[in-house]
């Protein structure tokens, strides 16, 4: 059989639908810079989602787990080694998602004798100020983006869009503290999944998006899912930067 | 990816570097082409005491080679983690070398087995950092000895352990002690012990007295040791809140206090 750039073509959008469609119904991961570090935020079952990767650096993906895996092993691999034979100030978000992680995902993707990543990953960087912090959003095909002060991972594209708009809202002024960071990466946690996964609402539109709908379906959610959370503290004096939120710090914020 | 995956399932960060070519194996020199013309600079004086809270760390901040003295600002107490203080004598390189391995080693290991690696596990990585820099030391060259000085938040104390060239460990009750002040002032920790009672009732207040006037009599017998007058040591305790510097202020009060 002689294989055609036709097939090519054919084969890389079957395997975009087959991601996408595995994604779809992923837990997606809001991530925001406040005043005192930076936050992600995702809901989760059992197993964790929200991984330290170096002094400066954490990690959290919707997807499949292994990938996740895989990926989580690989970034934290290249940083160590980074860290130990230059210095810590050498282990950066572009080097590690730009360098180390984005192509191997693509090569993955693009053979197509090989199963491709099944993921969605978001990088986050603190740096001294708000401003300096950096995410990195990773795509199945190795695609990343970068960008300041928010970022979302989630099941479509759209419906990052979406969280995008809660994380950074028009009016917002500076940097938030964590409790506000908290709150809007919890409420565009649930924009985020109510969009990619309820048909209707995509042609209703946003502003059906109601505060009343918003706490029904996290309420609803939160039978079987719990809230996961961590920082990257900018001011502590501690070696380790990150630390997952405890039980008390997350409770204010969930609906009554 | 997957490769580096299989490599390392047990965060072995020695494993991870040898796997990559990065971990430097000390070259064993045939005795014939040995070069003792080699002055390494060497770090002096460190002691480590118990007190209430936890143990105390206190070096002095002189680098020596041979005769000169090369730093009068070095650094000779530097946390591992958040729980262990490491407090090096000898062979500085190699010390700076091994400290930062053993930082990697421990944060590589709890991030990627996403648990904390235990305090017996640290200790035997202290152990066998220091077995890997056996034929350097052989040599006449590279060989330092460390004071590891951690919190045990299990059994809710603090401990302190010290180590041959070799890398056999040895806990201490009360205190610890490296570097070449440290032999001349061995019987002042046994007279304090004896006169004043246990470090490990101390407050901490206390514990910088004793530990600064061992400073400042380790300076007075051995050459090498900068003791307190010119720069102010270092001191770092570990406690169950982690580690804390002790700050600048309170050891300038003590040394004002001692020199009455």
């Given at each position: 059989m002689v294989y055609t750039p036709y097939d090519f073509n054919e084969s890389v959008r079957h395997r975009t639908e087959y991601i996408e469609e595995r994604l779809r119904d992923g837990s997606p991961v809001a991530g925001i810079s406040y005043d005192g570090g930076v936050l992600l935020l995702t809901l989760r079952r059992t197993q964790r989602k929200i991984f330290e990767v170096y002094d400066r650096l954490m990690f959290a993906g919707l997807g499949n787990q292994s990938d996740l895996e895989i990926i989580r092993v690989g970034a934290i691999d290249f940083a160590h080694q980074e860290g130990y034979a230059r210095s810590p100030d050498d282990v950066t978000i572009q080097r590690v998602?730009?360098?180390?992680?984005s192509p191997g995902i693509k090569r993955a993707f693009g053979d197509v004798l090989n199963a491709p990543f099944v993921v969605r990953a978001l990088f986050a960087e603190m740096g001294r100020k708000p401003e300096e912090d950096l995410f990195y959003t990773l795509n199945y095909d190795g695609e990343f983006v970068s960008l300041s002060w928010a970022a979302a991972v989630a099941g479509t594209p759209e419906a990052e869009e979406q969280m995008m708009r809660q994380l950074v809202p028009e009016d917002a002024e500076g940097a938030a503290d964590l409790h506000t960071a908290l709150r809007r990466a919890l409420r565009a946690w649930a924009i985020g999944r109510l969009w990619a996964t309820d048909m209707h609402l995509q042609e209703e539109g946003a502003e059906s998006l109601t505060e009343e709908r918003i706490e029904t379906f996290l309420r609803e959610q939160l039978q079987d899912l719990q809230v996961e959370a961590a920082i990257l503290d900018r001011f502590t004096k501690r070696e380790r930067k990150f630390r997952l939120l405890k039980e008390d710090e997350i409770r204010p914020i969930l609906p009554e | 990816m997957g490769e580096q995956l299989s490599a390392n399932h047990s965060g072995d960060f020695m494993a991870l570097l040898r796997a990559h070519g990065l971990w430097r194996e000390p070259e064993v020199i045939p005795a014939e082409r040995v070069v003792p013309a080699v002055q390494e600079v060497h770090g002096t004086t460190v002691i480590a005491l118990k007190y209430r809270d936890g143990v105390l760390n206190v070096g002095d901040r002189r680098a020596t080679s041979a005769n000169a003295i090369m730093y009068d600002r070095a650094e000779k107490i530097l946390p591992l983690d958040d729980y262990t203080l490491i407090a090096i004598a000898g062979s500085y390189a190699r010390a700076m070398e091994i400290v930062r391995y053993l930082q990697h080693s421990f944060k590589y290991y709890a991030r990627t087995q996403l648990q904390e690696m235990s305090l017996e596990g640290k200790l035997a990585e202290v152990s066998r950092a220091l077995a890997g820099n056996l034929s350097m030391a052989l040599q006449g060259i590279g060989l330092f000895i460390p004071v590891v000085s951690a919190y045990d938040l299990e059994r809710g104390e603090g401990r302190i352990f010290f180590y041959d060239g070799m890398g056999a460990r040895f806990e201490s009750v009360e205190f610890g002690a490296a570097g070449s002040g440290s032999e001349r002032i061995r019987g002042v920790f046994d007279y304090i012990l004896k006169t004043k009672g246990p470090f490990h009732e101390m407050t901490l207040e206390d514990a910088l007295r004793e530990s600064l006037l061992l400073l400042d009599i380790a300076a007075d017998l051995d050459s090498a040791t900068a003791g307190i007058e010119k720069v102010l040591p270092v001191a770092r305790a570990v406690t169950s809140e982690g580690i804390m510097d002790i700050p600048e202020e309170m050891l300038s009060d003590i040394r004002a206090s001692l020199r009455r």
């Amino acid at each position: 059989m002689v294989y055609t750039p036709y097939d090519f073509n054919e084969s890389v959008r079957h395997r975009t639908e087959y991601i996408e469609e595995r994604l779809r119904d992923g837990s997606p991961v809001a991530g925001i810079s406040y005043d005192g570090g930076v936050l992600l935020l995702t809901l989760r079952r059992t197993q964790r989602k929200i991984f330290e990767v170096y002094d400066r650096l954490m990690f959290a993906g919707l997807g499949n787990q292994s990938d996740l895996e895989i990926i989580r092993v690989g970034a934290i691999d290249f940083a160590h080694q980074e860290g130990y034979a230059r210095s810590p100030d050498d282990v950066t978000i572009q080097r590690v998602v730009g360098f180390a992680i984005s192509p191997g995902i693509k090569r993955a993707f693009g053979d197509v004798l090989n199963a491709p990543f099944v993921v969605r990953a978001l990088f986050a960087e603190m740096g001294r100020k708000p401003e300096e912090d950096l995410f990195y959003t990773l795509n199945y095909d190795g695609e990343f983006v970068s960008l300041s002060w928010a970022a979302a991972v989630a099941g479509t594209p759209e419906a990052e869009e979406q969280m995008m708009r809660q994380l950074v809202p028009e009016d917002a002024e500076g940097a938030a503290d964590l409790h506000t960071a908290l709150r809007r990466a919890l409420r565009a946690w649930a924009i985020g999944r109510l969009w990619a996964t309820d048909m209707h609402l995509q042609e209703e539109g946003a502003e059906s998006l109601t505060e009343e709908r918003i706490e029904t379906f996290l309420r609803e959610q939160l039978q079987d899912l719990q809230v996961e959370a961590a920082i990257l503290d900018r001011f502590t004096k501690r070696e380790r930067k990150f630390r997952l939120l405890k039980e008390d710090e997350i409770r204010p914020i969930l609906p009554e | 990816m997957g490769e580096q995956l299989s490599a390392n399932h047990s965060g072995d960060f020695m494993a991870l570097l040898r796997a990559h070519g990065l971990w430097r194996e000390p070259e064993v020199i045939p005795a014939e082409r040995v070069v003792p013309a080699v002055q390494e600079v060497h770090g002096t004086t460190v002691i480590a005491l118990k007190y209430r809270d936890g143990v105390l760390n206190v070096g002095d901040r002189r680098a020596t080679s041979a005769n000169a003295i090369m730093y009068d600002r070095a650094e000779k107490i530097l946390p591992l983690d958040d729980y262990t203080l490491i407090a090096i004598a000898g062979s500085y390189a190699r010390a700076m070398e091994i400290v930062r391995y053993l930082q990697h080693s421990f944060k590589y290991y709890a991030r990627t087995q996403l648990q904390e690696m235990s305090l017996e596990g640290k200790l035997a990585e202290v152990s066998r950092a220091l077995a890997g820099n056996l034929s350097m030391a052989l040599q006449g060259i590279g060989l330092f000895i460390p004071v590891v000085s951690a919190y045990d938040l299990e059994r809710g104390e603090g401990r302190i352990f010290f180590y041959d060239g070799m890398g056999a460990r040895f806990e201490s009750v009360e205190f610890g002690a490296a570097g070449s002040g440290s032999e001349r002032i061995r019987g002042v920790f046994d007279y304090i012990l004896k006169t004043k009672g246990p470090f490990h009732e101390m407050t901490l207040e206390d514990a910088l007295r004793e530990s600064l006037l061992l400073l400042d009599i380790a300076a007075d017998l051995d050459s090498a040791t900068a003791g307190i007058e010119k720069v102010l040591p270092v001191a770092r305790a570990v406690t169950s809140e982690g580690i804390m510097d002790i700050p600048e202020e309170m050891l300038s009060d003590i040394r004002a206090s001692l020199r009455r």
